[in-house]
């Protein structure tokens, strides 16, 4: 069991730029896929970024380039910062843990702990 908490979010101008925390505690979260996903108002919710416990990391296309996804293991926590940030990055961010298989999972469904959220917006 892991608990997660998201910090960081907030209100920037476009090209900006704001680091995310994930707190994490109960487990250590070297033993877990980590991700963040974000989901806009009347959108689906997107898989961001993820690293492995081994360190292996993905970004999805939009935010390759502009968006780090980082850890780390002595405090437990979670990081993206995010650069460049644009109006379409508006969203709520999330932060999740999944327990590790074969490979890190794409679907939310699959992530086993979530943080409650952290509000990003982004004006032009």
């Not at 925390?21 to 806009?40: E, H, K, L």
């Not at 997107?46 to 993905?58: D, H, K, L, N």
């Not at 970004?59 to 502009?66: D, H, L, N």
């Not at 995010?82 to 327990?99: G, I, Q």
């Amino acid at each position: 069991q892991v608990q997660l908490v998201e910090s960081g979010g907030g209100s920037v101008q476009t090209g900006g730029s704001l680091r995310l925390s994930c707190a994490a505690s109960g487990s250590t979260i070297s033993t877990y896929c980590m991700a963040w996903f974000r989901q806009a108002a009347g959108k689906e919710r997107e898989r961001v970024a993820f690293i492995s416990p081994g360190g292996t990391t993905y970004y999805t296309a939009s935010v390759e380039g502009r968006f780090t996804i980082s850890r780390d293991n002595a405090k437990n926590t979670l990081y993206l910062e995010m650069n460049s940030l644009k109006p379409e990055d508006t969203s709520m961010y999330y932060c999740a843990a999944a327990e590790i298989g074969r490979s890190c999972p794409v679907r939310p469904v699959d992530y086993n702990y979530w943080g409650q959220g952290t509000q990003v917006t982004v004006s032009s």
